[in-house]
T-cell receptor
Framework: SQTIHQWPATLVQPVGSPLSLECTVE??????LYWYRQAAGRGLQLLFY??????ISSEVPQNLSASRPQDRQFILSSKKLLLSDSGFYLCAWSRGEAHSPLHFGNGTRLTVT | QKEVEQDPGPLSVPEGAIVSLNCTYSNSAFQYFMWYRQYSRKGPELLMY????GNKEDGRFTAQVDKSSKYISLFIRDSQPSDSATYLC??????????FGKGTRLHILP
């Protein structure tokens, strides 16, 4: 069966510090990978998605970037965090098929102070 | 008009009642419909996945799609306190983009 791991679960970082959140998927190959941010009252905002190694599509221009160095690894990064980057970050995967549902990790709650 | 609309709630119902959660949408091209359950501080968990119109049942859960009305529903029978969570609807046209509702908070009262 497939599993998705996302860490850390919580993170408190000062403004201006770098960020690296990691997500890995097991039990499948060539998945589509996604980073979402969830804010209270705003629902799920798609940040990045990837259909293959090194292929990243950005949905919202902002202070964040994503990379996919391996088939089942997806990393969300920032060089300098802003207060507005605080939120609940979710990684998700789907099969590389057009109509596959998403499967989410348990998220990282990021607080920028 | 938003692509997907979902009442945020909260919706409070007594234990054992039938719960009805709903979403409306504006894009008639949506063909695949999903319901997710999200507990506090956890990621959303896929509950139901349906294609086109009709009903799909899984245990105490029934998903219903009415494409003519652009309306989808999730029914929970014999509701339990453990069903208390936020429920998100989601839909897609069959490409890689999935559109989510903002979620309905549900409280089952013991």
């Amino acid at each position: 069966s497939q599993t998705i791991h996302q860490w850390p679960a919580t993170l408190v970082q000062p403004v201006g510090s770098p960020l690296s959140l990691e997500c890995t998927v097991e039990g499948t190959s060539n998945p589509n990978l996604y980073w979402y941010r969830q804010a209270a009252g705003r629902g799920l905002q798609l940040l990045f998605y990837s259909v293959g190694i090194g292929q990243i599509s950005s949905e919202v221009p902002q202070n964040l970037s994503a990379s996919r160095p391996q088939d089942r690894q997806f990393i969300l990064s920032s060089k300098k965090l802003l207060l507005s980057d605080s939120g609940f970050y979710l990684c998700a995967w789907s099969r590389g098929e057009a109509h596959s549902p998403l499967h989410f990790g348990n998220g990282t709650r990021l607080t920028v102070t | 008009q938003k692509e997907v609309e979902q009442d945020p709630g909260p919706l409070s119902v007594p234990e054992g009642a039938i719960v009805s959660l709903n979403c409306t949408y504006s894009n008639s091209a949506f063909q695949y419909f999903m319901w997710y359950r999200q507990y506090s501080r956890k990621g959303p968990e896929l509950l139901m996945y349906t294609y086109s119109s009709g009903n799909k049942e899984d245990g105490r859960f029934t998903a219903q799609v009415d494409k003519s009305s652009k309306y989808i529903s999730l029914f929970i029978r014999d509701s339990q306190p453990s069903d208390s969570a936020t429920y998100l609807c989601a839909m897609s046209k069959g490409d890689d983009k999935i559109i989510f509702g903002k979620g309905t908070r549900l409280h089952i009262l013991p």
